[in-house]
């Protein structure tokens, strides 16, 4: 079965800082993987995917296949950014297994 | 714009009532999910369906079903709620399997 790991439940970063969420995996294929936010009292929605290769807000991910990882990087945090964040993927179920999440704060 | 939408936002309900959450798409999407999300444990899968009449359990169906009886509609059930079921529940719907989902704003279901 598909495991996704979000170490830190709580990330705290000032503005202007550099900020990197964790995400592990587990799954023996080749898997999509995903990141997801959730702002303040709006609904979850989708920051970016591995295969768009591109970047959203100044965020990047990249699949590292060795490590299993898809670490969420941004160089500047923008007090914007405060939001939890969510890793997912999808491997040959028909489903997205999420990770429990990361709550950032960025510091003024 | 893909508009998931959801009965209730808020719903307090007593231990042993059957509870309804229903969830409306309108943007034609085969796949339709229902998680729940609570602190410290995020999103799990409950049950998703991808087709009319079509359901595959997800990773904690236990105490709950569903029903699509029609493509834009996909409905939770619980039984028999419990306590432990008190949570903020999310529907989803996407157009294929690993696209994007898109999320209703979520009902907060509080069990007495």
């Known amino acids: 079965a598909q495991r996704v790991t979000q170490p830190e439940k709580l990330l705290s970063v000032f503005k202007g800082a550099p900020v990197e969420l964790k995400c592990n995996y587990s799954?023996?294929?080749?898997?999509?993987l995903f990141w997801y936010v959730q702002y303040s009292r709006q609904r979850l929605q989708l920051l970016l995917r591995?295969?768009s290769r591109e970047s959203i807000k100044g965020f990047t991910a990249d699949l590292n296949k060795g490590e299993t990882s898809f670490h969420l990087k941004k160089p500047f945090a923008q007090e914007e950014d405060s939001a939890m964040y969510y890793c997912?993927?999808?491997?040959?179920?028909?489903?997205?297994?999420f990770g429990s999440g990361t709550q950032l704060t960025v510091l003024p | 714009d893909v508009k998931v939408t959801q009965s209730s936002r808020y719903l307090v309900k007593r231990t042993g009532e059957k509870v309804f959450l229903e969830c409306v798409q309108d943007?034609?999407?085969?796949?339709m999910f229902w998680y729940r999300q609570d602190p410290g444990l995020g999103l799990r899968l409950i049950y998703f369906?991808?087709?009319?009449?079509?359901?595959e359990k997800g990773d904690i169906p236990e105490g709950y079903s569903v029903s699509r009886e029609k493509k834009e509609r996909f409905s939770l059930i619980l039984e028999s709620a419990s306590t432990n079921q008190t949570s903020m529940y999310l529907c989803?719907?996407?157009?294929?399997?690993?696209?994007?989902?898109?999320f209703g704003p979520g009902t907060r279901l509080t069990v007495t």
């Open positions: 591995h295969i």
């Open positions: 997912a993927c999808s491997g040959s179920a028909r489903q997205l297994t």
């Open positions: 369906s991808y087709d009319v009449k079509m359901k």
């Open positions: 989803a719907s996407s157009l294929d399997i690993p696209y994007e989902q898109y």
């Open positions: 943007m034609d999407h085969e796949n």
């Open positions: 799954y023996s294929g080749s898997p999509e």
